[in-house]
């Protein structure tokens, strides 16, 4: 098991590939020094943004021991600081490179969904690793997408094989691992017993190569079944819907969810999986690591199509990326105590939730994933403007 030390993902090895220090970064980051307002409210305004930081503009990260509501997280503001200015000087990939593992013969729609929202976010380039079934589809969803078609399900290997195909996957990935700056497991990724097998091998080696994991749909399926794929992983993620959340809760803590005591329980849940950052989705997206706990609740649509949960994945990959980066590169020993992990989700919730609203806004009941996407750069430009 991992260390448990609450700085750990500073102690990470950090390749420094995605983010160079370039002389605005560097001059923001001065600006963060002179300006970052008190120990646990870190992270005011990004200076290189069009509004100016101010104490008002901090996260608010509710204390673990208070009872009582949970603080609204300054999701605005922090997706300000963390989001990467846009240099010129910066070449391909520095921006985030993101690896979706998902897509079967049942679901092409939702590993297309979480690529195609890390690119609409920012990074630089996204990747899918699916079956050889959903490989042709997904491509022809999209040319910007990177596909692998390198996964298989029990149907196609006998049993004489499973044990050459199953490291033969293991391979093809690994080649590719060291370049992520996050990975996303699970949208649309089935519930195949030898995929699930072969799924958990790649999360065990993103793991040992320190690579930051979104853990979402049959993802969420896979760990629950199998929770020391997780345990400890303080780079790892887990983005449950209802359901999910309830099957979570009923397998680490025993019991059912308690809506009256949401924060207490989330944050128990985090705690008993060894630290690791959960966002549990709904009417509000409640967000803790197991030592504090924040929410946002902005408005986004009352249209609850499938395929949020998606975009929401891959948008949270790219923020979790960003910020890290941007810690790690940070010297303020303030900003240090600060979860990226925490940081991705509560940036990545604010952007869905204001897409949301803007698609809403033009399709009324006829909103679909797709229009929503189509506002992740309206969305995400209203709140840090890319600039000339
Ligand atoms: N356009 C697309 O391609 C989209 C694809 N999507 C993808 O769909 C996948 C499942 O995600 P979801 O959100 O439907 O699962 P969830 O809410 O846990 O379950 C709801 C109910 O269904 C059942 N059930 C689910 N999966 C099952 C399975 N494989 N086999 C059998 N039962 C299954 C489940 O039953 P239970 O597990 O409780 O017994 C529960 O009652 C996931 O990969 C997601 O990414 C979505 O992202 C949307 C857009
Ligand atoms: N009742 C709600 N009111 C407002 N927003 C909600 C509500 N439920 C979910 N959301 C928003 O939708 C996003 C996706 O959550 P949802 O519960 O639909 O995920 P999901 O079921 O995993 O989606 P998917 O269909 O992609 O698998 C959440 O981030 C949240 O912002
Ligand atoms: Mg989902």
Not at 107 to 134: E, M, N, Q, W
Request: hydrophobic share 40%.
């Amino acid at each position: 098991m991992r260390n448990h030390c609450p700085h750990a993902w500073h102690q990470q090895q950090h390749s420094g590939r995605m983010w160079a220090a370039s002389p605005a970064f560097r001059r923001r980051l001065f600006l963060l020094r002179s300006l970052s307002p008190s120990p646990c409210a870190a992270l005011p305004g990004n200076a290189a943004c069009s509004s100016s930081p101010s104490p008002s503009t901090s996260i608010r990260v509710n204390a673990m021991s208070a009872s009582g509501p949970v603080y609204e997280a300054d999701a605005e503001a922090v997706v300000r600081r963390i989001t990467p200015p846009l240099d010129r000087a910066r070449h391909k990939g520095q921006a985030g490179k993101i690896a979706v593992i998902g897509g079967c013969r049942e679901y092409t729609g939702a590993p297309y969904f979480a690529a195609i929202s890390a690119l609409k976010v920012g990074a630089d380039l996204s990747h899918v690793f699916c079956t050889r079934d959903a490989a042709t589809v997904i491509k022809s969803y999209s040319p910007e997408l990177i596909v692998h078609p390198i996964l298989e399900e029990s149907y196609s290997v006998s049993d004489g094989e499973r044990e050459y195909v199953s490291s033969r996957i293991l391979t093809e990935v690994a080649k590719w691992m060291e370049r992520f700056d996050c990975i996303v497991v699970g949208p649309g990724l089935g519930r195949d017993s030898f995929l699930l097998d072969c799924v958990s091998n790649i999360m065990r080696h993103a793991r040992q190569a320190n690579i930051p994991t979104v853990v979402d749909g049959d993802g969420l399926f896979l760990i629950t079944n199998n929770l020391s794929l997780v345990e400890g992983n303080l780079l790892a993620i887990l983005t449950p819907n209802v359901y999910e959340y309830k099957r979570l809760v009923q397998k680490v803590l025993n019991c059912e969810v308690n809506e009256e005591n949401a924060s207490e329980q989330l944050t128990a849940l985090c705690q008993k999986i060894g630290g690791i950052t959960i966002m549990r989705k709904g009417k509000a997206d409640i967000i803790s690591d197991g030592k504090t706990v924040t929410q946002v609740s902005t408005f986004g649509s009352p249209r609850r199509c499938g395929g949020q949960g998606d975009i929401l994945s891959g948008s949270v990959a790219v923020f979790a990326s960003w910020a890290r980066h941007f810690l790690l590169t940070n010297e303020y020993p303030t900003e240090k105590s600060v979860n990226p992990m925490m940081l991705g989700c509560i940036a990545g919730s604010l952007l869905l939730r204001k897409a949301a609203s803007h698609a809403f806004e033009k399709n009324k009941r006829s909103t679909v994933t797709t229009d929503i996407i189509e506002f992740l750069g309206k969305s995400l430009e209203d709140i840090c403007p890319a600039g000339h």
